[in-house]
């Protein structure tokens, strides 16, 4: 068995960044299944990846619990016990921390290990990775599981640093926690994540301000203790929730209906849209086949969940500005909550829009907008990520003959299946862009990766072969196959939204993730393996 601290100076078999989902599941198959000799590297002190991180208040997952774990060991899925329909933030934590002590995988991780560079010895074809602290690592192969959501998008606001309050971004969260009581508050960001805090944070505020660039729809998640029924029908059905979430397009425990908006009549389609508000959660995507597919279709959940804001809001002005959405439903990563809108009825909640009357600076006193001043005590920043690519460009990674992944990336991500890059042998990227990851339950992508690069890496062992990296044709047809599978859906009419790189100014647009469903995608995978791993050249 590998040794927990393996020296600098020996080779490993394989590099792994990250100890998140991705990072722990590939360093228990690579080291437990395949006997091999890996170190994983981690910046954080813990396990968690994504959820080390993001400790904000009311840090949640938007899949339900029962979906959102391993499925690998049905003896691992029985021993847990999840307590709400959706996990929060520190139960997850403790998942990963069970799963880190039951499988003994800390032993090879390094924590507090920052990757600042990874070169190609090409000669003796080996990753070089390097650390923040001087150490140079080498191995054979080396494997990204830094997430999709990781690097902070801190956006650049004028006199930000002359702010003589306290600021925070979401990602970053100090894991001592933030006292808001008595403080006047502004959160700057209504996507997923400032839609969970916004709420949270208004129960301690003195003064809450949401400074709301683009409204956003959001469905109540309705989360609520497990009962103890539902909790042993969990346990006794591993094989069948591993069977629906491995064959739905996005990997969660439920099944879209087969029925198109224009199959029922206004009042039927009402009644089911009703009912799927009742019921809540991500799920109400599923009321009809057709609504991310067909605008008009589109249209009737968008008037729908339109309707419902103005239900709940009181001020007709605020209620107008929150149901002002520009995109069509679910466009964008449709959040969930926890009375959101009702949280602007509280008085000590305010909407400030800045579409029409933008930032301007940020004062030692406050935010100041083209209509107006904010004085603060403490700035939040729920503003999201330098999504997918961002994460792996922070590596500094170089492939053969020095070529910066950023380099060959310049004109938006390329590379195969999500998982390689042409240039870069033996480097491997779990949920990378064009995986179809982030529009799905995060763990269903992720088991299936690490199991393909294992196998993948098993056979390049068994057949002794060196190098494995995809041809530039492969890389062409993947990503014309990432672009058609976006095309064929509405996701790309959210021009603003961070699938397409569009809320990093400078970075290019293209539509990042596989949208063709995951279990489209994962069918590819396998006929590629069945052709002999057409599309990879291994030498
Ligand atoms: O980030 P976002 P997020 N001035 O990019 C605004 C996952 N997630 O952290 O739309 C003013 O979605 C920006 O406005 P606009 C999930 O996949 C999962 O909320 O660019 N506003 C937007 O409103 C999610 O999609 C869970 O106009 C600025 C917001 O900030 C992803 O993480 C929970 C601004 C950013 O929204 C990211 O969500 C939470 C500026 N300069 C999140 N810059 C789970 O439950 C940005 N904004 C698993």
Known sequence: MPDANIAAAETLDAVIIGAGFSGMYQLLCLRDRLGLKVQVLEAGDGVGGTWYWN????????????????????????????????????????????????????????????????????????????????????????????????????????????????????GQWPHAGVDFSGKRVGVVGTGSTGIQAIPVIAETAAELTVFQRTANYSVPAHNAPLTPEFKAWVKGNHAEIRQVTRSTPNGHAFVIANRSVWDVSAEEREALYEAAWDKGGLQFRATFRDLLVDKQANNTAAEFLKRKIRGIVQDPKTAELLADIDHPYAAKRPPIDDNYFATFNRPNVRLVDVRSAPIERITPTGIVTAAGDYPLDIIVFAT????????????????????????????????????????????????????????????????????????????????????????????????????????????????????????????????????????????????????????????
């Open 55 to 170: 400790r904000y208040p009311g840090a949640r997952c938007d899949s339900e619990s029962h979906s959102y774990n391993y499925t690998f060991s049905k003896e691992l899925f029985e021993a847990w016990e999840w307590s709400e329909r959706y996990p929060q933030q520190p139960e997850i934590m403790r998942y990963l921390n069970h799963v880190a002590d039951r499988f003994d995988l800390r032993r090879n991780i390094r924590f507090g290990t920052r990757v600042v560079a990874a070169r190609r010895d090409e000669a003796a074809n080996l990753w070089e990775v390097s650390t923040a602290g001087g150490e140079t690592l080498r191995a054979r192969y080396l494997i990204t599981a830094v997430g999709c959501l990781s690097t902070a998008n801190v956006p650049r606001i004028a006199g930000l640093e002359s702010f003589a309050g306290a600021w925070y971004h979401t």
């Open 384 to 539: 999201g990520f330098d999504a997918m690519t961002g994460p792996l460009l922070a590596l500094g990674i170089e492939g053969r003959d020095g070529l910066p992944l950023a380099e060959a990336w310049a004109a938006g991500p390329r590379n195969y299946l999500g998982l390689q890059v042409a240039g870069f042998p033996n480097l491997f990227t779990v949920t990378g862009p064009g995986s179809p990851s982030v529009l799905c339950n995060m763990p269903v992508p992720i088991e299936q990766h690490v199991e393909w690069i294992t196998d993948c890496i098993a056979h390049m062992r068994a057949k002794g072969l060196a190098r494995v990296e995809p041809t530039e044709a492969a890389m062409d047809g993947w990503v014309a196959e990432v672009n058609a599978a976006a095309a064929a859906t509405l996701l790309p009419e959210a021009g603003h939204s961070w699938y397409l790189g569009a809320n990093v100014p400078g970075k290019p647009r293209v539509f990042m993730p596989y949208a063709g469903g995951m279990a489209r995608y994962r069918e590819t995978c396998e006929a590629v393996v069945a052709k002999g791993y057409v599309g990879f050249a291994m030498t």
